[in-house]
């Protein structure tokens, strides 16, 4: 089974969920602002060390970034002003996680400061953003631009899958999203422009 059935396949089993939180009548940017609560929850369970909390935060935040815009379909809710602020909050999700690693390995780390490692925490901010960026950009200017090898879930099940097992496979999570996520946006970069000439 190819990845991308694996991905729909997750996203078929929120759909029941999805469908919920919409007969609750759960505004679909309660759920996009409720994944941005539990990831500041995981930011600074990550800053203070407690891994495994921070790894659960995640996943939830994850649940809640996979299903805020089904419901806002099944709920008939969807809406540009909702999918702005999605785009937005979720770049703000990005950014309060690292953050708190960031804090982590320069505070609170057994060989802290590791200065490295908070160099390496930017550098995956700074993919992220413009993994996000680049796309935003293309659909600006009417292109699809669903390309790479780490779009926003990959990313987080890289800093899920490293807080799970605790600060040293963390580490090695980061630096590969240091890696993979610029190599995303050069591959959006060129993707883009082999279209638009």
Known sequence: M????VKEKARGL???LAQYVADLGVPPTAVTVAGLVFSVLAAFSIG???FPRAALLLVVAGICDMID????????????RGAFLDSTIDRYSDAVVLLGA?????VRSPEAPEVLTAGIVLVALAGSMLTSYTRARAEAIGQDCRVGIAERSERMILLILGALFGHDVLRVALWLLAIVSHVTAIQRVR?????VR
């Open 14 to 16: 929120l759909r029941p």
């Open 102 to 106: 960031m804090h982590f390995y320069l």
């Open 2 to 5: 190819a990845y991308a059935d």
């Open 69 to 80: 815009g089904a419901a806002a379909r099944a709920g008939n809710r969807v809406s540009a």
């Open 191 to 195: 993707h883009i422009l082999t279209r």
């Open 48 to 50: 203070t060390g407690h």
